[in-house]
T-cell receptor, first 111, second 115 residues
Framework: AQSVSQHNHHVILSEAASLELGCNYS??????LFWYVQYPGQHLQLLLK??????LVKGIKGFEAEFIKSKFSFNLRKPSVQWSDTAEYFC?????????FGAGTRLAVHP | DAGVTQSPTHLIKTRGQHVTLRCSPI?????VSWYQQVLGQGPQFIFQ???????GRGNFPDRFSARQFPNYSSELNVNALLLGDSALYLC??????????????FGSGTQLSVL
């Protein structure tokens, strides 16, 4: 069965620090990969997605992710975080008519 | 344009009761999915409906059921509530069934507390 692993459950950073959140998936075929963000009190929002093509995907708010097929990874990065990036981040892979989510990473950014 | 809307936003029930959660998809979207998000975990897939037909079902007991109406809105029903059913229930919509290239838009969820 497909699965998604997010390695860091809680991350604490200071503003301007660089961010990398790990995500590994188990499915070996063609994959659609997503990062969603959930700001406090808000609904899940799509940050970025990978379907095919350039493995370096750029999303909203300065986020990017790199699909590395050989490592089954889709890590999320941001060069310089802001206090407003405080949120929970979910990696997901598309299964048959559904998304399979990781457990999420809570990011806290301190001023 | 309105996003995915869910009602109610919060609900408190007692064990053994049943509950009905409602979802209206984004206008023009024909597919609705339901997810359960327990505190500290990622959303878990419950159901997907497309054109009023069930297209996918997650690993949930038969106490969970859903349907989609001709206007593409949807209801999730849970019978004989257990304490473990306490969670945030998310509805998501997409234009078509979740195939390659499609993405989901999520509502804010219904927070269900079972006492």
């Amino acid at each position: 069965a497909q699965s998604v692993s997010q390695h860091n459950h809680h991350v604490i950073l200071s503003e301007a620090a660089s961010l990398e959140l790990g995500c590994n998936y188990s499915y070996g075929g063609t994959v659609n990969l997503f990062w969603y963000v959930q700001y406090p009190g808000q609904h899940l929002q799509l940050l970025l997605k990978y379907f095919s093509g350039d493995p370096l995907v750029k999303g909203i708010k300065g986020f990017e992710a790199e699909f590395i097929k050989s490592k089954f990874s889709f890590n999320l990065r941001k060069p310089s975080v802001q206090w407003s990036d405080t949120a929970e981040y979910f990696c997901a892979v598309r299964g048959y008519n559904k998304l399979i989510f990781g457990a999420g990473t809570r990011l806290a950014v301190h001023p | 344009d309105a996003g995915v809307t869910q009602s109610p936003t919060h609900l408190i029930k007692t064990r053994g009761q049943h509950v009905t959660l409602r979802c209206s998809p984004i206008s023009g979207h024909k597919s609705v999915s339901w997810y359960q998000q327990v505190l500290g975990q990622g959303p878990q897939f419950i159901f997907q409906y497309y054109e009023k037909e069930e297209r996918g079902r997650g690993n949930f007991p038969d106490r969970f059921s859903a349907r989609q109406f001709p206007n593409y809105s949807s209801e999730l029903n849970v019978n004989a509530l257990l304490l473990g059913d306490s969670a945030l229930y998310l509805c998501a919509s997409s234009l078509v069934s979740l195939t390659d290239g499609e993405k989901l838009f999520f509502g804010s969820g219904t927070q269900l507390s079972v006492l």
